[in-house]
């Protein structure tokens, strides 16, 4: 029996699934911020905590999140990850990093590219910066930054990051 007659307890098949997201008010209002070019967050209004993207409520306090705060596209990162394995359909070639990005005033990280730095020199608290798109290609997503880059300030002190209760 050849390698082909071989029974195989396995398939494969390609797949495509499609889906349409519906955003709420919260993310809508988020999106349509970064259309603009502006990053915004929603702020408790009981425990004051910053969240980007905005959730809507509160998963602290279970209150309606509907204050927004102006962020600026700096922040740090605060963890991160070397990724070596390529994505189907991906156009970054490995070795990438993704970092949960903790922009300034933020309360909570988000998921992002770095690059612009050899990655054996990123680390955590690295001070960081969005690189976006051009304008005219700008649409309702935060693929309008294309990844974040170092800049020359001095790293944050992660153990400052954590949340404290007003």
Partial sequence: MSAEDTPKDYSE???NLEYFYT???????FLNQVKEGNIVGQGCPKC???YVP????????????????????KGCIESFT??????PGNPIVPPYVCAMIRLDGANISF???IQDIDIKKIRIGMRIQAVWKPKEEWTHSLENIKWF????EPD????????QES
């Fill in 82 to 87: 070397v990724v070596h394995i390529p994505i």
């Fill in 54 to 73: 905005p959730r809507g409520s509160c998963p602290r306090c279970g209150v309606a999140t509907d204050i927004e705060v102006p962020l600026t596209d």
């Fill in 23 to 29: 955003a709420g008010s919260a993310t809508t209002r």
């Fill in 111 to 113: 998921l992002h590219l």
């Fill in 156 to 163: 944050v002190d992660v153990a400052t990051l954590r949340f």
């Fill in 149 to 152: 880059a170092p800049i020359d």
């Fill in 48 to 50: 004051k905590a910053v």
């Fill in 13 to 15: 098949s390609p797949i």
